[in-house]
């Protein structure tokens, strides 16, 4: 025996030996051959990530001092050991990290030899566009883009990339029509441009030269026209889905005849397959090795279905994974799979028609997935009595949304209870069940549980005593949207391996502080989420720092009193924190906040607190959402706010500031969503600014009820929603007249300013206006004829103001106007019919 293993030990070393790249910056060959990186990539890299914005610290050993100078021993970075060179960058993000700010690949041409770009899962992003010098990196063999804000076209220069193998630039915010030349991708075996929902056009033919390609993925796009019979001649194709929210038409299918490699194929939204006997036949007969088959949203009915198993064919055995939601099926077609689909492991029937009438059904002796939620299942009979058994080997079952009421569990006896039952996942959401006895049917059900989805349901009264006891393995519990009371379980708090714990939107009441005790006892805490708004929880907020590992902490719309504790500090993993509409009250200081570096949401709106924060103090995180409405923040401008540079909503309403507005703030604007500042003393003038707005501008800017004045510049026609009532402003034309106005504004509220003169006659640029208040102005003259060209005008208020003449004749053009106030000007004369 030892001498085989050292057989096996030294075969290793002769393969580490050979072996030219080195993983993670580690040669693997003696360190006197070892070669560092070149400088000139190490500035580049360098370059590179002055520009990003790197809050997690994914960046950390890319440092420029003695001890971190060879940058192949970089977080991300793989070298060529024998010269060098910089081969792969893997700067891929997930859900608890990810780089944002500008990713900027143009700075890394210098990288030639880079064969591996991940840059995936990051953002949001400044200066989104995939630059055209993409096109240069010609080592280039690996590239994804995806799941990040990159925005624009598709450059075309991809198709320089003649070594190119594997491009991935799925669910990001690109537009425009696929560039024919990725055609040119000679080497390319795998490429996902899906769930890109403003690409556009046809297919481009081309596509059909990619003779290498195994993986193609272009479902979830606005593609249009007839599908390429060129797409059939992709002899190693194993992968392919295509459709979606698209209006691609399949009108030849014997392109698919073609492509008998495929092991997966996903149409989508596809009409075709419905109106044509044969598509389904063919897919049988011409693809026999298929592992997976997704067939969503394609009007299929059971003879559909039934052309597909014909008694015991090939795809019986073949298929795995089996996907035909949102069609026109019946419990017939449930049936016909439980008797032809023997090695079916994963099964997905939500949004069709079946009704399960009976307790007893057939076996699926393989089956590990069932998803049967969105259909109507039953709403009187005991279903799932003890006999439900579709399968021994079931670890997740769905069955949310299927109208199922109490009468539908009954709890089953001890000698009816499989032992061996192994349903690890189940949702029961969006049901009518009311009564608590479904739990004691869970527990009776299955002890394995590690997810229990009951939200949105009627159920009342308190949370059984024994959950935290017979579910001792849940990792995920979901129960808001329900009506349950009571004092939240303690025993809750004893189940260490939960991650997840949603209970909000109930009538749960008393205090949180045994269920706190009760989880600080965990050595090892995993809490990651937890969710208890809107409820009616009362008491102060107890010492948190049990939950060190806490990303979610969401216990708004309560009735908490007293302080928010110093220890909210020791949550270092926090990226989430709400307690607004709560009775807190006391000073928030640099010591709640200093430690929680991962902070992106904050919001204490609607408590009793003061913000008091030193002037140089700058915030150890990047919020992208903040809510401080009636907090009060000081007299003077918050400073702080300057390098929070990521911010998409800010709401400082009502928060006692009296004070100019600094310049520096405006320029933010081109970055937010959403703005509140009303209710406070702010004063001075706004910058008439050039901006390029990230999309196509922010939704919403309140700032009523201030003292700011002065001309009203063009860039805030960029908002949606602009609200500028009772305040000082005294001129509209630039706002809109300027050379910069923009068209999306549906809202504008200007009432209760000084506006004077005549109105200006350029309403055409808002045609999308739904709501215009003028009153309690100075405006005076005719009211101008372009007012006609707001056709979706529905409320229109111009009272108050020295208006004369007769309303314009171009007003019946504004036929869904439902509110017209014109009153208290010198008006004569009827209104336009």
């Known amino acids: 025996m030892g001498s085989y293993f050292l057989k096996i030990l030294l075969s290793v070393f002769v393969c580490l030996a050979h072996t030219n790249i080195s993983i993670l910056g580690f040669n693997s060959s003696s360190q006197s051959s070892y070669v560092k990186c070149r400088e000139r990539e190490r500035q580049t890299l360098l370059n590179f990530k002055q520009s990003v914005r ?83 990196f010609q080592s280039l063999r690996y590239l994804n883009l995806s799941q990040s804000s990159f925005s624009g076209t598709i450059p ?25 030349q990725l055609g040119k991708l000679s080497s390319l075996q795998y490429l996902d441009l899906s769930d890109n929902y403003d690409i556009y056009g046809e297919v ?57 490699s495929l092991t997966t194929l996903g149409l ?42 014909p008694s015991h064919s090939n795809i019986s055995f073949s298929l795995s994974i089996l996907v035909l939601s949102d069609n026109m099926l019946t419990s017939s077609t449930f049936q016909l799979l439980s008797n032809y689909s023997p090695n079916l492991q994963e099964l997905y029937l939500s949004s069709n028609n079946i009704v399960l009438s009976s307790p007893h059904y057939p076996n699926f002796p393989s089956l590990v997935i069932l998803d049967l939620s969105n259909n109507n299942l039953n709403l009187t009979s005991s279903i799932f009595q003890g006999n439900f058994n579709f399968s021994t080997k079931l670890q997740n079952l769905f069955l949310g949304n299927c109208n199922l009421t109490d009468r539908s569990f009954l709890v089953p006896t001890l000698s009816n209870k499989d032992s061996s039952f192994s349903i690890v996942t189940l949702d029961l959401s969006y049901n009518l069940l009311k009564s608590s006895v479904v739990f004691h049917w869970v527990f009776n059900f299955t002890t394995n549980l590690q997810s229990l989805c009951l939200d949105n349901n009627l159920i009342e009264g308190p949370i059984p005593d024994v959950t935290g006891k017979v579910m001792n393995s849940l990792v995920i519990l979901k129960l808001s949207e329900n009506k349950l009371q009571g004092d939240i379980s303690s ?31 965990c050595n090892n805490p995993v809490l990651e989420r937890l969710v208890l708004s809107n409820n009616v929880i009362i008491g102060k907020l107890p010492n948190l720092s049990a939950f060190s590992s806490l990303r979610y902490l969401d216990l708004s719309n309560n009735q908490l009193t007293g302080e928010i504790p110093e220890s909210i500090g020791f949550l270092y993993q926090l990226q989430s924190l709400h307690l607004e509409e709560n009775y807190l009250k006391g000073e928030i200081n640099e010591l709640h906040l200093t430690n929680l570096s991962q902070l ?69 604007l081109q970055y937010i969503q959403e703005a509140n500042m009303s209710y406070n003393s702010l ?38 929603n602009l609200d500028l009532s009772i305040n000082k402003f005294s001129d509209l034309n630039t706002l809109l007249c300027g050379n910069t106005v923009a068209k999306n504004m549906i809202l504008l509220d200007l009432s209760n300013n000084q506006i004077a003169g005549q109105m200006p006659d350029c309403w055409e640029h808002l045609s999308l206006l739904e709501f215009l208040d003028l009153r309690n102005n100075k405006l005076s003259g005719k009211i101008s004829q372009s007012m006609g060209s ?42 336009p019919s």
């Not at 790197?54 to 001092?65: H, K, N, V």
């Not at 397959?273 to 009007?299: A, Q």
């Not at 708090?493 to 009441?509: A, Q, R, V, Y």
């Not at 208020?797 to 004749?809: C, D, H, Q, S, Y």
Request: aromatic share 8%; net charge negative.
């Open 54 to 136: 790197d809050y997690y610290g994914i960046l950390s050993t890319w440092r420029d001092d003695e001890n971190y100078r060879d940058c192949c021993r970089w977080e991300g970075i793989e070298c060529n050991n024998e010269n060098g060179h910089v081969e792969m960058l893997d700067l891929r993000g997930s859900e608890s990290h990810s780089l944002s700010g500008l990713i900027n690949i143009t700075a890394l041409v210098d990288l030639q030899k880079l064969k591996h770009l991940d840059l995936s899962s990051n953002g949001p992003l400044t200066g989104r566009q995939i630059p055209a010098s993409i096109g240069s």
């Open 156 to 180: 075309y220069e991809l198709g320089n990339l003649s070594n190119l193998e594997y491009l991935d630039l799925k669910e990001t915010d690109l537009d425009g029509e696929v560039p024919s």
């Open 204 to 260: 481009p033919s081309q596509l059909g030269s990619l003779s290498h390609l195994r993986h193609l993925d272009l479902s979830g796009n606005s593609l249009s026209g007839t599908l390429p019979f060129q797409v059939g001649n992709l002899p190693l194709l194993h992968s392919l889905r295509l459709g979606g929210h698209s209006g691609l038409k399949l009108k030849d299918r014997h392109w698919l005849s073609s492509l008998s």
């Open 268 to 309: 989508y939204s596809f009409s075709d397959l419905s109106f044509s006997p044969y598509w389904l036949p063919m897919i049988r007969e011409h693809i026999p090795n298929l592992r997976e088959l997704s067939l969503v949203g394609c009007g299929l009915s059971d003879d559909h279905i039934s052309s597909l198993f």
């Open 491 to 521: 025993s809750i708090g004893s189940i260490c391996t939960l991650k997840e714990l949603f209970l909000s939107h109930n009538n749960l009441s008393g205090e949180i502080s045994s269920f706190i005790q009760n989880y600080s006892s």
């Open 600 to 668: 992106i949401e904050l919001d204490l709106s609607d408590n009793s607190l003061s913000l008091t924060f030193g002037t140089s103090w700058i915030p150890p995180f990047q919020l992208y959402n903040l809510g401080l409405a009636s907090c009060k923040l000081g007299h003077r401008f918050p400073s702080w706010l300057q390098d929070q540079i990521q911010l998409s909503f800010l709401d400082i309403s009502n928060a006692g500031i009296n004070d100019f507005v600094p310049h520096w703030f405006w320029n933010k």
């Open 683 to 720: 004063k001075g003038t706004i910058p008439n600014l050039t901006m390029k707005f990230v999309d196509d501008g922010p939704d919403t800017i309140i700032l009523n009820s201030n003292k700011l004045e002065g001309v009203i510049p063009a860039f805030l026609s960029h908002a949606g």
């Open 790 to 831: 707001l056709v979706n005008l529905e409320a229109l208020v111009l009272r108050n103001n020295n208006f004369i003449g007769e309303l314009p004749l171009t007003l019946k053009n504004c036929s869904s106007l439902a509110i017209l106030d014109v009153s208290i000007n010198m008006l004569s004369g009827e209104v």
